[in-house]
């Protein structure tokens, strides 16, 4: 696992946007990261070495961030990419789950049948916060018959207790960056 002072670097790529999008809310925005070439290098470096080689058959990859690291991580694990999306955007039939957000609520839904059943699956986002989207993923991808091998993200607001949630389901979770 990488050593935390390592990742100072990414630290200082991740901007804090306050009372964004409602008041109170301090948004941690990525988006200077993804646009560093070294930054980007070294954040998926660090999710790669997080992860047992040959482990993933999929990377579930959650709407709209995750879907920025997923093809290229999951084209460093040999493996696939699956969308999980906001409603109404898949055009083939779907499964849903309906959760609780930070702020507000939402749905995710994934293709029925987007991957073999058994497949090892990786769930991948931007950030973990309450939890309540990386647990609706982690559902979808059980009850679409996938094995969880686990999630990961750039970034895990500990205070709100969404990476507690995973580990009291027993789904492992790592993240590279703790605010
Ligand atoms: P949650 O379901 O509460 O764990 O929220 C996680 C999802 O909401 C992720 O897809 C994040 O991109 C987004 N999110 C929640 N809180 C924040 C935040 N403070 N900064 C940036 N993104 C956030």
Do not use: N
Request: glycine share 12%; aromatic share 6%; charged share 20%.
């Amino acid at each position: 696992m990488t050593h935390p002072s390592d990742l100072a670097p990414l630290r200082s790529l991740i901007r804090t946007i306050p009372d964004f999008p409602e008041p109170g809310i301090q948004f941690r925005d990525i988006t200077p990261l993804l646009a560093d070439a070294r930054g980007l290098t070294q954040a998926l470096d660090a999710l790669e070495r997080s992860i047992e080689p040959a482990s993933v058959d999929i990377v579930a990859a959650i709407e709209a961030r995750g879907f920025l690291l997923a093809g290229a991580l999951a084209q460093r694990l040999g493996a696939g990419v699956v969308p999980v999306r906001k409603p109404g955007k898949l055009p083939g039939p779907t499964l849903g789950v309906d959760y609780a957000l930070e702020y507000g609520s939402d749905r995710l839904e994934m293709h029925v049948g987007a991957f073999a059943s058994g497949s090892r699956v990786l769930v991948l986002d931007d950030l973990i916060a309450t939890g309540g989207t990386a647990v609706a993923c982690g559902e979808l991808v059980e009850r679409a018959g996938g094995q969880l091998i686990g999630f990961r993200f750039l970034i895990d607001l500990p205070a709100l207790g969404g990476s507690a949630l995973l580990a009291a389901r027993g789904w492992g979770s790592h993240a590279l960056l703790r605010y």
